[in-house]
C-alpha cells in the first residue's frame, strides 16, 4: 500500500454541532476532503455555510465535500440509528483517552461549538463512547480543527495503520 495515499476503506466521518466559526468549519471540511469523509453539521452553524469565510479556509476543496446537514440533533440522532452509525462525543468530560479507544468504520466523531461544547444530551446517552484529549488545566479546551485533526488521524492509525 502507497502510505502517502488515503486508504479508501477509512469510513469514520466528522460531525459540527452547530459551529460558531467559518474558518473552523473551513478547516474541518477541507481535513475530511484530504481524508476522503463525510462532515456533517447538526443544527443552524452561526453563519451561512456558503460563506467567504468558510470557503477561504476550505480553499478550492470545498466543491468535493460530502456535507450533510441535519435540521437539528434529532434528525442527526435518527440518521444515526437508522444508519447503524456510532456516535463517539469529544468532550473534555469523555470517559476515554482519545488515543487508547477502539474507533471502528461505522463512527460519527461529534464535535461540540467552539464557545460551549456539546450540549450534554447529545453525549449522555453515549458516554461510554465519549473520548477526550489531555491537556493542561491551563486551557478551557483545544481549538476544535485541531481536535477534529488529531481524533481522526488517530482513528484513520487505528483503523488502517494497526
Given amino acids: 500500500m502507497n502510505e502517502k495515499k488515503i486508504n479508501e476503506n477509512f469510513n469514520i466521518a466528522l460531525a459540527l454541532y452547530r459551529p460558531e466559526i467559518p474558518a473552523n468549519t473551513?478547516?474541518?471540511?477541507?481535513?475530511?476532503?484530504?481524508l476522503n469523509i463525510s462532515l456533517h453539521?447538526?443544527?443552524?452553524?452561526?453563519?451561512?455555510?456558503?460563506?467567504?469565510?468558510?470557503k477561504r479556509a476550505g480553499l478550492d476543496y470545498w466543491e468535493n465535500l460530502n456535507l450533510i446537514k441535519h435540521e437539528n440533533e434529532n434528525t442527526?440522532?435518527?440518521?444515526?440509528?437508522?444508519?447503524?452509525?456510532?456516535?463517539?462525543?469529544?468532550?473534555?468530560?469523555?470517559?476515554?483517552?482519545?488515543d487508547e479507544f477502539q474507533y471502528s468504520n461505522n463512527?460519527?466523531?461529534?464535535?461540540?461549538?467552539?464557545?460551549?461544547?456539546?450540549?450534554?444530551?447529545?453525549?449522555?446517552n453515549d458516554l461510554e463512547n465519549s473520548i477526550y484529549i489531555p491537556m493542561s488545566d491551563n486551557v478551557r479546551s483545544i481549538n476544535v480543527s485541531n481536535t477534529a485533526a488529531i481524533v481522526v488521524y488517530e482513528a484513520y492509525r487505528h483503523i488502517c495503520l494497526i
Fill in 26 to 34: 473551513g478547516n474541518i471540511g477541507r481535513l475530511c476532503v484530504g
Fill in 107 to 124: 463512527d460519527i466523531l461529534l464535535l461540540g461549538r467552539e464557545s460551549t461544547g456539546l450540549r450534554e444530551s447529545l453525549w449522555e
Fill in 41 to 54: 453539521i447538526v443544527s443552524k452553524p452561526s453563519f451561512i455555510i456558503s460563506s467567504k469565510e468558510v
Fill in 76 to 98: 442527526f440522532l435518527e440518521y444515526c440509528q437508522i444508519n447503524n452509525k456510532r456516535i463517539v462525543p469529544i468532550t473534555k468530560f469523555g470517559k476515554n483517552r482519545y
